[in-house]
């Protein structure tokens, strides 16, 4: 076993010491010891459970021989860090999560491994970590967070944390009252779990089961029910059988598992972020995932699964419809289906038993939203190596659009403008200096999205940025444009008043210059400097590449 190295031979009698001082006996030198991977934390809302989660985990690596040792990783909370220093930090921690793991791990020679995350950037963090690993390794997540009720014209309506950045819009549009935002703010998040709807958080739990990495409703069963724990159980007894047949992450993370991972996301609308986590991934693994590629897999899968932001039902209510799997199913003909899993099962033989049990959650793959996924992939003279959209939250008549820019180096100017109403309809809005380099960090940029959602205007007015839009971000919000502003991307050159033109059917994204104009400009551009000259974000900034390859450090 790779746990020898730490507990066998004479000259191993120290490190046996130390780990009888944490509960080990002599009869544990022959079992394999478990790392138990974990992210609870206090001021995470996603998180705050999840020693539960690992009690059950620990008592099913037990009950099968094993022997587990719970560790931990950092947890930010996006809403919490959301328009403020703290959001710069959240991308970047996505690498801190993957470097701990690392260390964690190769420290303290685990044989296998369970992750237990739940929110934005510990699910990717993990499963970079795990690829990168390559130890036979199991994923269970807190599971999400029920929907908030609120009472309105005498019906009941589900609210979630959107509703509440969505009602701020509304107080400064003057259309709702600061008592009625309270209201909303009350009940918005009623318990511990991931934010209910189709955020990133949720989504990146979905996909790792539809990469193959957790067992059957690791992304829909709700945090507060007990099939959650049994489920986390079943995960603890999984991996002493996934360690018994060196199942490996890189035997289930493969180019086939990564297009049936990104088919789940068109079906279902998923968060923009995922094609930034997914490639992380799949760079950590040793593929290569061109953004021409998710452009090729939305134009044959189509969207079947409407959730919050883009509808009022929420991640609860795909749970009860079937879950992933049952998407899965629905989708099955366009999936690869002799892909591995951690159950030891090709994937299609883990969706025989699946089935739609709700076709006003799931349509059928005959009666779509729409023939083609929710995510799109934008090129043109704007963004020459892409720019992606959650296509199926923008409003029909934003799909294709031309309109003048806004510009601002910051989202805290724009977000200033904004709530000043200082644009008008028909604009875009364009949001610079927030990549992954530029930021740095690549914020996430859920206020003046909401703002205008808020305000009834994403249905008039465009954002474009070189940062990202939350997974709750609805409208024609269009981020990751790449090259960045901080490495003279495009996006840089803009000026009020410039023609910008949004085409998400025609996959593009242009501006009314020629080349000759846009050469012009890029002579006159003044080198970037970032304002960050130390700490971390100083580190991430050096090390980090474009958000078109996934953001990730450079070797």
Known sequence: MRSDVIKRGIDRAPHRSLLRAVGCSSTDWDKPFIGVINSYSEIVPGHIHLSTISRAVKEGVRSRGGVPFEVNVPIICDGIAMNHLGMKYSLPSRELIADTVESLVEAHAFDALVFIPNCDKVVPGMLMSAARLNLPSIFISGGPMMAGRITKGGFIKPVDLNSVFLAVGGVINGSMSETELEGIEEVACPGYGSCSGMFTANTMNCLTEALGMALPGNGTIPAVQARRTHLAYKAGEQIMEVLARDIRPRAVITQKSLYNAFAVDMALGGSTNSVLHLTA???????????????????????????????????????????????????????????????????????????????????????????????????????????????????????????????????????????????????????RYEGPRGGPGMREMLTPTSLLSGMGMDREVALITDGRFSGASRGAAIGHVSPEAAKRGPIALVRDGDVIVIDIPGHKLEIELDQSEIGKRLKTLPLFESKVKTGYLKRYADRVTSASTGAVFVD
């Open 281 to 431: 991934i799949a760079h950590e693994a040793g593929i290569q995932i061109p953004l021409s590629l998710v452009n090729s897999i939305s134009e044959h899968v189509p969207h079947i699964c409407k959730l919050s932001p883009a509808s009022d039902d929420h991640v609860e209510d795909l749970d009860l419809a079937g879950g992933i799997m049952a998407v899965m199913q629905e989708i099955s003909q366009l999936l690869y289906l002799d892909v591995q899993t951690v159950l030891d099962k090709p994937l299609g033989e883990v969706l025989a038993r699946s089935e739609v049990k709700n076709r006003d959650v799931i349509k059928s793959v005959v009666h779509p939203y729409a023939t083609t996924g929710g995510l799109a992939i934008l090129f043109g003279n704007l963004a020459p190596d892409g720019a992606v959209v959650k296509s199926a939250a923008v409003a029909r008549e934003m799909l294709v659009h031309r309109g003048s820019a806004r510009v601002f180096d910051s989202e805290d100017l724009a977000t200033q403008a904004i709530t000043r109403r200082e644009f008008k309809s028909g604009d875009v809005i364009v949001i």
